[in-house]
């Protein structure tokens, strides 16, 4: 009776905060500052636990918090398959329309869904991100009613954000240090796997697509990014779907005009280190920027009309990041492959298979060939793929191995507290091969940690011989502590996918001890090409000197056996 009583409770909390949300209308009447943004943010998370989930990416110059709020059926995993969308708005703090209706979005799908059959479609088969303001600072500084001035357009620190990614075309060292806003942006963007995104300004009325600039660096200057055709396609959806944009005015006090109420971003003007092409070139994200309003913060009784404006757009520009093609990479055994290339004839621009091989590839309408490559892997290619503008095509590849073993590609020196991160990071990457474990600690309490590589770790199998590495036993002696690292990571990497490396782990136990001595090591110089700084354990003791030895059994040992 208790978990009955316990069921009922839950459902009826859950119901109960869903009506009263409902029944809450948008705040359109005013703008929302830092601390009343926050505050509706944390109410809407709380209110609805089962689509939303709050967090933040980082945190401003002075110290505010950059919310994200992701809106999906799951909020709490990642589902495979589920394409991942993000808004971005306020990267300028004086451009405030698309602030406060990406606030107004996230209050309407939370508050429609389970209610409206669109919006509850579009969270249960998408993975929503909005972040209302990137340059909280630079709003709080903002005054209303400016249309076309720059008071906290810039961060706390002076500087544009919209200027501060890296560039394709400027090779140039920076004069000033990343900014903070900029540096989470650009870790949120790497980070995860974002197939869409929209980037809201203000000061005109337009949908703006890559490339931001190009190696001339003049305005006037078309420049073509090798997806122009998607991109083309993917503003217009929000310009036709705008009350207004798409009847290309542009805005007045400028004398602008844009065919269909979109452009190239150089033809219209030159913007070096914009974030728009960084998601393009560094992810596999295509994002567009949309100027929504020719005043970039207009009076408060402008908004439900901002609002109304924008609306259908806001929603049916998400829904696009289902079109194109998408599909799963796998290899035979149905385990999914990540880091894929995703590569479509007559497009030089590819993109990834995400952690669970996942992958989407966004395209205009027509008949292509798809070329999947990974390392390990044969190439696969499928010709006659056709894509329409309705739906998304469904696309799967399976990949054979090569049977090529995989290389180490990255060579350096592992202290001992990156030796040990290495170590459980392959523990825990491979555990039905690995078995990481300690023998005892040195003198100065370090573990001496041993590696197990076989078919079945911690079991000594009939038959199977075991073997063993050590290195590093004189602790400035690290050209073998760091091959034994490498060996570690080729037959990890390698196995069930290079038939000797699959062989000698199937049928050996091995183990690898990559050093006897990190005491000696840490005191160790690297260039050190003859001393013996280091070569001893901490109580200056030879190692090699110190076992039993078969012709002195009745010598005393002076020094402590370590």
């Known amino acids: 009776m208790k978990l009955f009583e316990v069921k009922i409770f839950h459902i009826l909390t859950v119901v109960l905060l869903t009506s009263e949300a409902t029944l809450r209308p948008i705040e359109s009447d005013r703008y929302h500052n830092y601390d009343s943004l926050t505050q509706l943010l944390h109410e809407y998370a709380t209110a609805y636990p089962h689509i939303t989930q709050l967090f933040s990416v980082g945190q401003s110059v002075e110290n505010r918090e950059l919310w994200v709020m992701r809106i999906t059926d799951n909020p709490d995993m990642q589902e495979p398959g589920e394409p991942m969308f993000k808004y971005v708005a306020n990267m300028h703090g004086n451009e ?63 500087v544009d954000l919209n200027r501060d990614f890296p560039d394709q075309f400027d090779a ?109 070139l560094h992810s596999n994200c295509f994002e567009v920027t949309f100027e929504l309003s020719c005043c970039k913060y207009p009076q408060v009784d402008n908004l439900p009309t901002e609002w109304n404006n924008n609306r259908e757009a806001l929603i049916a520009f998400i829904e696009q990041v289902h079109r194109g093609v998408s599909g799963f990479v796998t290899d035979i055994n149905g385990q999914p492959i990540p880091n894929a290339t995703i590569q479509v004839h007559g497009i030089d621009h590819t993109v990834k298979s995400a952690s669970f091989g996942d992958y989407w590839r966004l395209l205009v309408a027509g008949t292509y060939t798809l070329t999947v490559t990974a390392d390990g892997y044969e190439p696969r290619t499928v010709s006659g793929v056709i894509v329409t503008n309705s739906t998304g095509t469904m696309l799967n590849f399976t990949l054979f191995h090569n049977n090529k073993p995989l290389q180490p590609t990255k060579f350096l020196h592992h202290s001992n507290e990156k030796l040990e991160e ?79 490396v699959t062989q000698l782990i199937d049928n050996t136990r091995i183990h690898i001890m990559p050093t006897m001595n990190p005491d000696g090591y840490s005191k160790a110089h690297e260039g050190d090409k003859s001393g013996y700084v280091g070569r001893s354990n901490a109580n200056n003791a030879d190692l090699n000197r110190d076992f039993p030895d078969r012709l002195n059994r009745n010598k005393k040992i002076k020094a402590a056996r370590n």
């Not at 600072?137 to 008071?151: H, L, M, N, W, Y």
């Not at 060292?173 to 900014?179: A, F, G, M, N």
Request: net charge negative.
């Open 172 to 280: 140039q060292p920076r004069s000033r240090p990343r900014q903070l806003e900029t540096e989470a942006l650009i870790n949120w963007i790497t980070s995860n796997s974002f197939v869409l995104s929209g980037n809201l300004h203000g000061g005109s009325l337009v949908g703006s697509y890559p490339f931001d600039d190009s190696a001339l660096h003049k305005s006037g200057f078309y420049s073509r990014s090798p997806d122009d055709d998607i991109f083309k396609a993917l503003t217009l959806v929000y310009s036709r779907s705008h009350s207004t944009m798409h009847l290309g005015r542009g805005c007045p006090q400028y004398s602008e005009s844009f065919p269909n109420g979109i452009t190239n971003g150089a033809q219209w003007y030159d913007v070096p280190g914009g974030m728009q092409d960084y998601n393009y």
């Open 422 to 500: 290495f170590l459980h990071l392959y523990a825990s990457k491979y555990p039905s091969i690995t078995r990481l474990y300690s023998i005892g600690k040195s003198v100065e309490g370090i573990d001496l940690w041993v590696m197990e590589i076989s078919d079945n770790p911690g079991i000594h199998e009939l038959g199977e011989p075991e073997f063993k590495y050590i290195a590093n036993m004189h602790g400035n002696e690290v050209t073998g502590r760091e091959t034994l690292l490498l060996l570690i990571q080729y037959l990890c990497e390698n196995y069930g996918g290079v038939t000797s």
């Open 96 to 158: 405030a329309v698309g602030r406060e209706i990406v606030i107004y979005l996230i209050q309407y799908l939370c508050d429609s869904y389970g209610r409206d059959d669109r919006i509850s479609g579009l969270v249960n088969s998408t993975d929503i991100y909005i972040m209302p303001s990137m340059n909280p600072d630079g709003f709080e500084r903002a005054i209303i009613g400016d249309c076309g001035g720059v008071t906290g357009r810039n961060n706390a620190n002076n």
